[in-house]
């Protein structure tokens, strides 16, 4: 067998109240097209997907961020010869 590589990309956001707490979200394979306007467009994401536990109100979203990440799986097997 050869060496595999999987490569993979999540959006990381973080959610910030009025109270000061924060709610974090990560979604796989975000579209490639997102922009940081498509974000700020829905700030009710935040009270829908993660709301406050003591019911603060949606604040910002504090960071967003992609992170891509590449994993290489080495094939260690020997090989034998005859």
Not at 18 to 36: C, K
């Amino acid at each position: 067998m050869a060496d595999t590589l999987k490569s993979s990309e999540t959006l990381n956001l973080e959610a910030e109240f009025v109270d000061g707490d924060t709610r974090s979200i990560t979604l796989d394979n975000p579209r490639e097209s997102l922009t940081a306007a498509d974000i700020d467009n829905v700030p009710h994401l935040a009270r829908c997907l993660v709301g406050d536990k003591t019911g603060a109100q949606f604040l910002r979203w504090k960071t967003a961020k992609i992170v891509h990440k590449d994993i290489t799986y080495f094939d260690l097997e020997q090989e034998t010869t005859p």
